[in-house]
Protein backbone atom coordinates (compact mmCIF):
# COMPACT_ATOMS: atom_id res chain seq x y z
CA UNK A 1 0.00 0.00 0.00
CA UNK A 2 1.49 3.38 -1.11
CA UNK A 3 2.84 5.66 1.99
CA UNK A 4 3.79 9.21 2.18
CA UNK A 5 6.05 11.00 5.20
CA UNK A 6 6.02 14.32 5.77
CA UNK A 7 8.70 15.84 8.61
CA UNK A 8 9.52 18.09 10.55
CA UNK A 9 12.40 17.41 13.42
CA UNK A 10 10.05 16.38 15.54
CA UNK A 11 7.12 14.62 14.09
CA UNK A 12 6.55 12.49 10.88
CA UNK A 13 3.05 12.28 9.67
CA UNK A 14 2.40 9.22 7.72
CA UNK A 15 -0.78 9.39 4.93
CA UNK A 16 -1.30 6.27 3.31
CA UNK A 17 -4.07 7.86 0.58
CA UNK A 18 -5.81 4.25 -0.37
CA UNK A 19 -7.29 4.47 3.33
CA UNK A 20 -8.59 8.11 3.11
CA UNK A 21 -12.48 8.78 2.77
CA UNK A 22 -12.28 12.36 2.41
CA UNK A 23 -13.81 12.91 5.34
CA UNK A 24 -11.88 16.82 5.23
CA UNK A 25 -11.84 16.62 9.25
CA UNK A 26 -8.32 17.39 9.10
CA UNK A 27 -8.08 20.59 7.12
CA UNK A 28 -12.13 21.96 6.72
CA UNK A 29 -14.27 23.38 9.16
CA UNK A 30 -13.87 24.83 12.79
CA UNK A 31 -11.62 22.20 14.18
CA UNK A 32 -9.60 22.10 10.52
CA UNK A 33 -5.99 22.75 10.49
CA UNK A 34 -5.31 24.56 6.98
CA UNK A 35 -2.12 25.32 7.64
CA UNK A 36 -0.85 21.80 7.50
CA UNK A 37 -3.36 20.27 5.63
CA UNK A 38 -4.35 22.20 2.72
CA UNK A 39 -5.37 19.61 -0.37
CA UNK A 40 -4.82 22.90 -3.38
CA UNK A 41 -1.40 23.01 -2.72
CA UNK A 42 1.71 20.56 -3.32
CA UNK A 43 2.74 19.14 -1.01
CA UNK A 44 -0.95 18.74 0.44
CA UNK A 45 0.75 18.29 4.07
CA UNK A 46 3.31 21.23 5.51
CA UNK A 47 3.97 19.84 9.07
CA UNK A 48 6.18 22.89 9.65
CA UNK A 49 2.71 25.25 9.79
CA UNK A 50 1.48 24.13 13.47
CA UNK A 51 3.18 22.58 16.71
CA UNK A 52 3.74 18.92 17.38
CA UNK A 53 0.95 18.84 19.70
CA UNK A 54 -1.39 20.64 17.25
CA UNK A 55 -0.50 18.45 14.49
CA UNK A 56 -0.95 14.78 17.06
CA UNK A 57 -4.33 16.49 17.82
CA UNK A 58 -5.50 16.48 14.51
CA UNK A 59 -4.20 13.37 13.11
CA UNK A 60 -5.99 11.66 16.46
CA UNK A 61 -8.91 12.48 15.08
CA UNK A 62 -8.93 10.95 11.52
CA UNK A 63 -11.42 8.66 11.24
CA UNK A 64 -10.03 6.39 8.16
CA UNK A 65 -6.57 5.76 10.11
CA UNK A 66 -5.23 7.35 6.91
CA UNK A 67 -3.04 9.78 8.79
CA UNK A 68 -1.01 8.71 11.53
CA UNK A 69 2.72 9.55 12.87
CA UNK A 70 5.12 8.68 15.00
CA UNK A 71 7.77 10.58 17.30
CA UNK A 72 11.17 10.97 15.26
CA UNK A 73 13.32 9.80 17.88
CA UNK A 74 10.85 6.95 18.24
CA UNK A 75 11.05 5.84 14.83
CA UNK A 76 12.45 2.41 15.60
CA UNK A 77 10.31 2.16 18.86
CA UNK A 78 6.76 2.64 18.12
CA UNK A 79 4.60 2.49 21.07
CA UNK A 80 1.07 0.46 20.48
CA UNK A 81 -1.47 2.98 21.24
CA UNK A 82 -3.64 1.82 23.88
CA UNK A 83 -7.38 2.90 24.89
CA UNK A 84 -10.56 1.63 25.18
CA UNK A 85 -12.66 0.53 22.11
CA UNK A 86 -15.43 2.16 20.71
CA UNK A 87 -17.73 1.76 17.91
CA UNK A 88 -19.62 5.00 16.44
CA UNK A 89 -21.55 4.76 13.34
CA UNK A 90 -21.78 7.78 11.43
CA UNK A 91 -25.01 8.79 9.77
CA UNK A 92 -25.02 8.04 6.44
CA UNK A 93 -21.20 6.84 6.32
CA UNK A 94 -18.92 3.92 7.90
CA UNK A 95 -18.95 1.81 11.18
CA UNK A 96 -15.89 4.01 12.87
CA UNK A 97 -13.91 1.94 15.44
CA UNK A 98 -11.90 3.99 17.85
CA UNK A 99 -8.92 1.29 19.45
CA UNK A 100 -6.38 -1.34 18.79
CA UNK A 101 -8.42 -4.23 16.90
CA UNK A 102 -7.54 -7.05 14.88
CA UNK A 103 -9.18 -7.25 11.62
CA UNK A 104 -9.33 -10.75 10.26
CA UNK A 105 -10.13 -11.85 6.87
CA UNK A 106 -12.11 -14.64 5.33
CA UNK A 107 -9.05 -16.54 4.83
CA UNK A 108 -7.86 -15.62 8.58
CA UNK A 109 -5.34 -13.09 7.37
CA UNK A 110 -4.50 -10.86 10.13
CA UNK A 111 -4.07 -7.19 10.09
CA UNK A 112 -3.19 -4.95 12.71
CA UNK A 113 -5.74 -1.44 13.20
CA UNK A 114 -4.51 1.38 15.71
CA UNK A 115 -6.64 4.30 16.43
CA UNK A 116 -9.47 4.94 14.13
CA UNK A 117 -10.86 1.93 12.15
CA UNK A 118 -13.62 3.05 9.17
CA UNK A 119 -16.10 0.07 8.42
CA UNK A 120 -17.80 0.25 5.00
CA UNK A 121 -21.47 0.25 5.64
CA UNK A 122 -22.86 0.51 2.37
CA UNK A 123 -21.57 -2.33 0.43
CA UNK A 124 -20.07 -0.45 -2.74
CA UNK A 125 -16.42 -0.11 -1.17
CA UNK A 126 -13.85 -1.34 -3.43
CA UNK A 127 -11.55 -1.83 0.00
CA UNK A 128 -13.85 -4.12 1.52
CA UNK A 129 -14.33 -4.61 4.68
CA UNK A 130 -13.44 -0.43 4.57
CA UNK A 131 -14.49 2.65 4.07
CA UNK A 132 -13.29 4.07 1.02
CA UNK A 133 -15.56 7.12 0.43
CA UNK A 134 -17.63 5.76 -1.93
CA UNK A 135 -20.90 5.82 0.19
CA UNK A 136 -20.81 9.45 -0.69
CA UNK A 137 -21.16 9.08 -4.37
CA UNK A 138 -23.66 6.40 -4.34
CA UNK A 139 -25.77 8.63 -1.80
CA UNK A 140 -25.95 5.78 0.97
CA UNK A 141 -28.68 6.58 3.47
CA UNK A 142 -28.68 4.53 6.88
Not at 85 to 103: D, F, H, K, Q, W
Amino acid sequence: METKKYSNSEVTIVWEPKKCIHSTKCWKGEDGLLSVFNPSEKPWIKPEGATTERIIKQINNCPSGALSYYMNENQENKEAINSEIIAEIMPNGPLLVYGNITVKDAAGNKTQKNKVTAFCRCGASSNKPYCDGTHTKIGFKG
